[in-house]
């Protein structure tokens, strides 16, 4: 199937989906972009399977229970005394120890919609409230009087997507980044005719069907992949589940960034399939492999390593335990034509690092790229003893006068303690060097002003001596 590179015409958008969900196939586009490792030109192909169109999955009576939502007999739930404050200062969580825990707060079902109230009883909010969890409330609206319902989620989405329209001339990207972007615990990335959507939180689960409907609406997708495996889901009491709710996926899609191509595989890959928010620090690290020899440790499927070959790189060496995230990684390669540049091998990153350090291996970039070592706060000691020992070997592998880029992913540790950990890695390995640059994700996951967990990633540039 082929995707169009705009699904912007809100007319045509709308005739699509009145006709139904069996929509029409785009003809096929090229488009010559400009981009950080020059102009490429390729065409805007998707690759799913032909296939029965299978629709939306709606629950008449999940939708009629939500529909049914008005402002003026919505449970209400009370803070303690003194317990707004951060809240009233535009913080969209509230803790289960700042809230009157009365029966009837405690015989709410997980996911209920509340009216949030201080506790001279005057409101603070609208929010999805579960008693069973630490985090209790999640605001979605200061204005209480309007209902959650079609005209929200349709109003979000819109939102959401106007400004990935003035980010991103092609449609690969997160399109909605929870809290951020104001629909708390929902994840939709995008993949041209394909989105991968994640419900974390039992009070958006509830409002499935309403937001499956909305962005079917606003993009028509010939795809829609529910990741609903997340570890955050058990904190909520939703059980895992992944399954295609509209379309067929019949194989790993295509992803364009940086004027490549890459695969991905919605259904079964790690989390949505691919890591949108290292877009600019692929992009960064690719300028400076000119001739480099590059060791990618976590490659994933690629996205590094493929990037870094095409901007002139000498050798990639891509590390990973995931035997299907290399083969999507090397058949990027072909795809780009820099396969016999490119080398994939299975192993564990740290075991891997050590013994080609032993063996004298030496790299001009390093790249270190982990998933999160720490779940929770509770694990933030030992996830910072890794890192420390990460950032070590890698500098051990690291040549003389070379780049290491580093990576944590975990909103569990501050920027600061992951700063403080790579330098002591630094020191255990007797190098010293000087940081080039510090990042964050890319612009499609935007942070929420008063929630640093939503800017989760750190990455650090680094040219050792």
């Not at 998707?46 to 169109?53: E, K, S, T, V, Y």
Request: aromatic share 6%.
């Amino acid at each position: 199937m082929l995707y169009p590179i705009e699904l912007r015409a809100r007319a045509e958008k709308r005739a699509r989906f009145k006709g139904g969900n069996n929509y029409s196939t785009a003809s096929r586009q090229a488009s010559r972009i400009g981009n950080c490792l020059g102009e490429v030109e390729i065409g805007l192909a998707g690759n799913l399977r032909r296939g029965q169109d299978m629709g939306m999955i709606l629950e008449p009576t999940t939708l009629g229970e939500i529909l049914a939502d008005d402002p003026t007999t919505r449970h209400s739930v009370t803070l303690l005394p003194g317990r707004h404050k951060r809240a009233e200062g535009g913080h969209p969580w509230i803790y289960s120890n700042e809230i009157r825990m009365d029966a009837a707060a405690k015989a709410l079902s997980p996911g209920t919609l509340v009216t949030l109230r201080r506790a001279d009883a005057s409101v603070l909010g609208v929010a999805m409230f579960n008693p069973h969890t630490l985090l209790a409330a999640r605001l979605f609206d200061r204005d209480t009087t309007r209902p959650i319902g079609r005209r929200f989620f349709a109003r979000q989405l819109e939102r959401a997507l106007r400004l990935r329209d003035r980010l991103f001339e092609l449609p690969y990207y997160r399109l909605v980044h929870a809290e951020a972007d104001g629909l708390p615990g929902l994840v939709v990335d995008r993949f041209a005719g394909v989105l991968v959507v994640q419900f974390n939180a039992a009070g958006i689960a509830r409002f499935e069907p309403l937001v499956l409907e909305a962005l079917d609406s606003l993009l028509a997708p010939e795809a829609v992949v529910l990741r609903n495996d997340s570890p955050a889901r058990a904190l909520e009491g939703l059980a895992p589940e992944t399954r295609v709710a509209k379309g067929v996926v019949g194989g790993p899609v295509v992803v364009r960034e940086n004027g490549l191509e890459f695969l991905v595989d919605p259904v079964a890959g790690q989390k949505t399939g691919w890591f949108f928010d290292q877009r600019d620090n692929r992009c960064f690290v690719a300028t400076l492999a000119r001739e480099a020899r590059v060791l990618d440790l976590y490659c994933f499927t690629g996205g590094f390593s493929v990037q870094a070959a095409r901007a002139g790189a000498a050798s990639v060496l891509g590390i990973d335990r995931s035997e299907p995230a290399l083969e999507l990684a090397a058949e990027a390669a072909v795809r780009n034509a820099v396969g016999e540049t490119c080398t994939f091998r299975r192993g564990e990153a740290f075991a891997e690092a050590a013994r080609l350090a032993v063996a004298g291996e030496r790299f001009d970039i390093v790249i270190a790229d982990p998933p999160a070592f720490a779940k929770s706060r509770k694990n933030a000691p030992s996830a910072l003893r890794g890192y420390r020992k990460l950032a070590r070997l890698a500098a051990l592998v690291t040549a003389p006068r070379g780049i290491l880029f580093l990576a944590c992913c975990s909103h569990n540790v501050t920027e600061a303690e992951f700063a403080e950990a790579v330098r002591h890695g630094f020191s255990d390995a007797g190098r010293g060097g000087r940081i080039l640059r510090i990042a964050g994700a890319a612009a499609d996951h935007p942070i929420h002003p008063a929630l640093p967990e939503t800017g989760y990633l750190k990455a650090m540039t680094v040219a050792l001596d």
